[in-house]
């Protein structure tokens, strides 16, 4: 099974990605370091788009196991395209990640990686390619503790923070709780994946549960927290579980509108859920710099629960709101045609439908339907 999952990724690795090896010369470091950059699938073709920008840390040996991943989420659209960089860390990590022995920050050597990435790759990076202000940090071991202190910063230059086994520093976990009690401002939306597994280092899981226990225990509307312990996993074995579990956790609101979703968060609104609708895509454009088309599976969520709550007034917004991202469809004139049969106005209904007649059929929607629904309501009526 794993074998399959391997070939799996490498399919779409090498099927679609554009992976390229770019060397960096850095002052801080006083050495070139070797990057590997994939790019997504149709980057060439979007010229005026940007995309989220995900750091890999380890990068020598996380980087495919990322890429494959992204490759395959942003392939189902359940996350945006990404840029995905890994640094390869094979003959520095110890040197890249050393602490002070006194208040366990990033020293010598570590000071000045924390330097290269903070001050020269992020710019480097978004001077050749179209990054978003998106950016993820990935980091296992010694290197998930080290991206914590990215987190720190007032203002992180990462938004998503993936965790992986973290062997903590001193002072670590109180730290993080500090800064995760304290509310970012509402751009600031931060996401943390923590993960760790039954046959995982013992302190490193250790570590990890402790830490879990008590950033459950906080609330905080801007921290976007999620954490797996994996039965039967190793240090190593837990990577693969982990890196898919993160971006679904990561991108969770660029997805369509699952069942979850749909009970908990739209059902029991009191406002209208078309504004629900129109948030969620206006967070998306904020947070990651994708300007989504409303999927037509969101729209029949919506409309369901106009149904389920009787609250077919909104149903014209959803129309209004139909027609602009669907013109083509049939899909606008639907909804509208919905709000004038539910609201004691037949014959705008019949004429509604019949508007569709030039449009075109879409998921489920079709004018052939819509023609057969407005001739029923001419013989109901008699018009």
């Given at each position: ?9 490498f ?22 370091r ?9 980057y ?18 996380l ?25 390869n ?78 062997r ?5 976990q ?8 304290v509310e ?14 039954s ?27 999620e954490?797996d ?50 948030e ?48 083509d ?16 106005k ?11 007649y030039?449009?075109g ?23």
């Amino acid at each position: 099974m794993r074998f399959f999952i391997i070939l799996l990724l490498f399919f779409f690795q090498c099927s679609f990605s554009q992976i390229v090896y770019e060397p960096i010369e850095s002052e801080s470091l006083g050495a070139t370091r070797e990057l590997k950059i994939q790019l997504p699938r149709d980057y060439e073709l979007n010229p005026d788009q940007s995309y989220p920008l995900i750091v890999v840390f380890d990068g020598d040996y996380l980087f495919e196991v990322v890429t494959g991943n992204v490759e395959y989420n942003s392939y189902w659209r359940d996350m945006p395209d990404a840029i995905v960089v890994g640094i390869n860390q094979a003959e520095s990590r110890t040197e890249d990640t050393t602490l002070s022995v006194e208040d366990h920050y990033p020293y010598k050597s570590g000071a000045k990686f924390y330097d290269f990435i903070e001050s020269e790759l992020i710019e480097f990076l978004e001077d050749k390619y179209r990054c978003s202000d998106f950016r993820i940090a990935i980091g296992h071991g010694e290197t998930a503790n080290y991206i914590n202190y990215f987190f720190f910063q007032k203002s992180p230059v990462f938004n998503g923070f993936v965790a992986l086994s973290p062997r903590l520093a001193p002072f670590m976990q109180e730290n993080l709780i500090r800064k995760m009690s304290v509310e970012q401002k509402k751009q600031s939306k931060l996401f943390y994946y923590l993960s760790t597994a039954s046959l995982d280092i013992k302190r490193n899981k250790k570590q990890a549960v402790e830490l879990n226990s008590k950033i459950s225990n906080i609330e905080n509307p801007s921290i976007f927290y999620e954490f797996d312990n994996f039965d039967g996993l190793s240090h190593y074995s837990l990577v693969p579980r982990s890196i898919p579990n993160a971006l679904d956790n990561i991108f969770s609101i660029f997805q369509p509108i699952n069942r979850n979703e749909y009970e908990k968060n739209i059902l029991t609104l009191e406002s209208s859920p078309v504004d629900y609708l129109i948030e969620k895509y206006e967070t998306i454009k904020e947070l990651f710099g994708v300007e989504k088309q409303i999927l037509i599976n969101d729209f029949k969520a919506i409309a369901a629960a106009i149904e389920k709550n009787k609250q077919y007034d909104f149903y014209k917004d959803l129309g209004e709101i139909a027609r602009e991202h669907h013109p083509d469809t049939v899909l606008g004139f639907y909804y509208l045609a919905r709000f004038y049969e539910e609201t004691g106005k037949p014959k705008k209904a019949m004429n509604a439908y019949r508007s569709s007649y030039t449009l075109g059929s879409i998921q489920g929607y079709s004018k052939e339907d819509m023609l057969d629904r407005a001739d029923e309501i001419q013989k109901e009526f008699g018009y």
